[in-house]
């Protein structure tokens, strides 16, 4: 028996990708959506990193470690 991986059963199976024929449209589209996705988790993140600020300000407030 080789050291290395047999072709037989374990071998993971072979995709072949196939090329995008998108029309312009379909391609704009595409771009269009995947930019609106982008922002809606660029807003999400900057949500939760207002959050967590926010509770940590509280909190440091609150046991008088600032101001």
Known sequence: ???G??????AMPR???AE???????KAEFLRRRRA???LLLMALG???LIVY????VKLHE???MW
Not at 5 to 10: F, H, K, M
Request: with cysteine; aromatic share 12%.
């Open 47 to 49: 949500g939760f990193c």
């Open 54 to 57: 926010v509770i940590a300000m």
């Open 37 to 39: 996705r982008n922002y």
């Open 15 to 17: 995709v072949e990708l």
């Open 5 to 10: 991986r047999e072709e037989g059963r374990d």
């Open 63 to 65: 046991y008088g470690q």
């Open 1 to 3: 028996m080789s050291q």
């Open 20 to 26: 995008a024929r998108w029309s312009e449209e379909q």
